[in-house]
């Protein structure tokens, strides 16, 4: 086994025999942990006997960066942590049921045995539950107390509070039941009651703002009594009222590795490994965050000699911050944070959302490098085709390519907002985007790269529904105005997530309109004049759309605050696709829901609180559970969740820090022939506050690594 980071790469010593072997006689039993000289193994074992289903974490500080790996307990209670790095490690036991065992320092090629330590009472084992444990433990309304009847807003609906308490809402920038927000800061100050800390809490740093517009906006601020009420109930001693269960079956083959990037005051909102149509591009190489609203550095990582360091992403000279209005944080803190005081942390100009790996290695990202308003070319009076038939005033976000061989970056000007980016499967290499809001924008990268000319590269179009029927765009009606039978008409649905389908051409994209949609479009021969578009509102028990994926037959998979893993397939569907009736009901058969795993919220009947982000499809198995495996990031649960081919939830899960938070991931193939170590998923915690993890003020944001392997021994 080579030593290092090799065996991500396939690499092994040929001969090489174990080095250690552990024995330990169980009655007629052996327990034998086989190790060769870069494993760590051993057995956890309790007062009862060996500990199955928990987690073993080896952490050091002796690399280029903070870096651990953790591995789970198979039915024996033995582990093999594989293939670390050359490092003196810190290691230990944690599991449901369990307090941190003692921690003790070991190398690899080591045999270790841990002492378990069961916790002395139901308190100190809660500490060790995912947040969503402790959320679920946050009341809702009753049904009497909306439609008005009391203080609730008219107009907000069971359903529509649920989604604003979930991902559209507070768990759309954090997660919500960890420590640090089940209890209320000593730093904040005295007061009345937790209702009263709740609503100088959201307040705190540059996020303060949009949080308070959102709970004391639309919803009148009857949060702060729900989230107060939680809170003083946890600090009186109450527990969750479910018990989470150790990992079984494939979870138990998960191996997790984490390395720290970036620093301990910015955020990252994503990461990206490779080209999601072609999996071993950039293999072994470096990953790239995103980092949002936080600043402009760019973190790369080298997960081979697990370095890190960043890249300063320029702007045109000139260029304000991209806070303040218009944007979803603020230039200042609108009071102070608990943890940063009056201090301003976030100063970015190029507001880099996210990236995405092109087959030539370049790396694609939704950034921002000017200011809003757009060039001539984009407005009204211009003779672009989109101009022509949409015109763009302003946008807040661009196009921006690095080629990370020669380090050039390089702007494209676009007139269409970006958000969210995706390739499509046609020669052109075409990138369409999510966040154009009225329109769905494209960039032809091929005739760019050739040519540099942005405004020849691009294009845009207006989402029109077929109304009229007859199979192809005309004149149509606008989105405040009603259907018109002998017309068609526009819609705005703006793309959130964006889907490009792997082979008839369509774009599909998730627009998060309440409860939730998923869109359509057919681009047509000439987009700006010929696409049309198709909406699909989701039904109940679904609501409450965010991110979504398209697998290989077309199947869309999306994130919903409602609890599940919806999923729509337009194959289904009974009844016309286009003509009058058809704006967004017309095909509730397309849909099927699969609940999340974890508890729910009291007095709802069957749910789940887990609120996912993002959807992904493992389209080229990248992890190892099967082609086209839908997997949804786990927000409350500290890591993903996969939905597997028999059917069943599988949960991936980061033991170490407790808090973590994905808003998205990736799966790379770096060698197709070795197996389950030249496969795995990549993510990074995208929580906006990383301080508030376990580790407290001072943590940096995570690269994560997730990995199957055949059983939780193999190495």
Not at 193 to 211: P, T
Not at 517 to 541: I, M
Not at 578 to 603: K, R, S
Request: aromatic letters at 10%; hydrophobic letters at 35%; glycine letters at 12%.
């Amino acid at each position: 086994m080579a030593t290092g980071f090799a065996w991500c790469m396939g690499a092994t010593a040929a001969g090489v025999a174990a080095l250690a072997v552990l024995a330990l006689s169980s009655g007629a039993q052996t327990l034998a942990v086989q190790i060769d000289d870069d494993d760590i193994g051993g057995v956890v074992r309790g007062p009862s006997g060996p500990e199955a289903g928990v987690w073993v974490i080896a952490e050091t500080r002796d690399l280029g960066t903070r870096f651990t790996r953790s591995v789970v307990t198979d039915d024996q209670g033995r582990y093999v942590i594989p293939d670390l790095p050359k490092a003196n490690y810190t290691l230990w036991a944690r599991g449901y049921g369990l307090v941190d065992s003692a921690k003790v320092i070991a190398e690899p090629g080591r045999i270790v045995s841990l002492t378990a330590a069961p916790a002395p009472n139901e308190a100190a084992a809660a500490r060790y539950y995912p947040a969503i444990y402790w959320y679920s433990m946050l009341k809702i309304p009753p049904q009497s107390e909306f439609g008005g009847k009391r203080d609730i807003p008219a107009g907000i609906t069971r359903e529509r509070w649920i989604d604003a308490m979930k991902s559209n809402g507070c768990i759309g920038c954090h997660q919500l039941g960890q420590l640090s927000t089940r209890a209320i800061p000593k730093e904040l100050g005295e007061f009345d009651n937790h209702a009263e800390a709740w609503m100088r809490r959201i307040q705190s740093g540059q996020s303060g703002e949009q949080m308070m517009n959102q709970l004391a906006g639309p919803l009148a601020g009857v949060p702060f009594r729900y989230f107060g009420e939680w809170t003083e109930r946890i600090a009186k001693g109450e527990l969750p009222h479910t018990k989470p269960t150790r990992p079984q079956g494939v979870e138990r083959n998960i191996v997790v590795t984490t390395w720290d990037w970036l620093n301990d005051k910015h955020y990252l909102h994503d990461l990206i490994a490779s080209d999601r149509r072609h999996p071993t591009v950039n293999a072994y190489g470096p990953l790239y965050g995103s980092a949002e609203y936080s600043g402009d550095l760019m973190p790369i990582l080298d997960p081979v000699r697990h370095t890190t360091w960043n890249f300063t992403m320029p702007v045109r000279e000139g260029t304000k911050e991209a806070l303040g209005p218009g944007h979803a944080a603020a230039a200042q803190p609108l009071q102070p944070s608990a943890y940063w005081g009056e201090e301003k942390i976030w100063n970015t100009r190029a507001n880099n959302h996210n990236g995405m790996f092109g087959r030539d290695g370049k790396v694609w990202f939704a950034a921002r490098f000017r200011d809003a308003d757009n060039p001539a070319f984009c407005k009204r009076g211009s003779d672009h085709p989109s101009a022509k038939a949409f015109p763009l005033e302003r946008t807040n976000r661009q196009i921006t390519v690095l080629d990370p061989k020669t380090q050039q970056y390089t702007f494209v000007d676009t007139c269409f907002g970006s958000h969210h980016l995706q390739f499509g499967y046609d020669a052109n290499d075409t990138l369409w985007m999510s966040g154009g809001g009225p329109v769905v924008g494209w960039l032809d990268t091929r005739k760019f790269l050739a040519t540099g000319d942005a405004a020849a590269s691009q294009g845009w179009t207006p989402l029109v529904l077929d109304t009229n029927g007859n199979g192809k765009r005309d004149e149509y009606v606008e989105p405040n105005q009603p259907v018109d039978a002998a017309k068609d008409k526009r819609i705005v649905a703006g793309f959130y997530a964006v889907m490009p389908h792997p082979t008839d051409g369509s774009i599909w994209g998730t627009a998060r309109v309440f409860p939730g949609q998923v869109v359509r479009l057919v681009p047509g021969a000439n987009p700006p004049e010929t696409a049309l578009a198709e909406v699909y509102n989701v039904p109940l028990p679904g609501f409450g759309v965010r991110g979504g994926d398209i697998d290989k037959d077309g199947v869309v998979w999306v994130s919903l605050a409602s609890g599940h893993i919806g999923s729509f397939d337009r194959r289904k569907c009974k009844g016309p696709l286009n003509g009058p009736t058809a704006t967004g009901n017309h095909c509730p058969e397309g849909w099927t829901f699969h609940q999340y795993p974890g508890p729910g919220f009291q007095g709802l009947g069957e749910n789940s609180a887990e609120s996912s982000y993002y959807t992904w499809v493992d389209q080229h198995n990248t992890f190892g559970l099967g082609e086209n495996v839908p997997m949804s990031t786990a927000n409350l649960m500290d890591g993903l969740v996969a939905l597997g081919k028999d059917g069943k939830m599988v949960s991936l899960r980061v033991p170490y820090p407790l808090g973590f938070y994905a808003k998205g991931f990736d799966g790379r193939i770096d060698d197709p022939n070795a197996g389950w170590k030249g496969r795995g998923l990549w993510s990074s915690s995208g929580d906006r506050t990383p301080w508030l993890v376990e580790t407290g003020k001072g943590s940096k944001p995570m690269a994560v690594h997730f990995q199957l392997r055949p059983d939780p021994l193999a190495k």
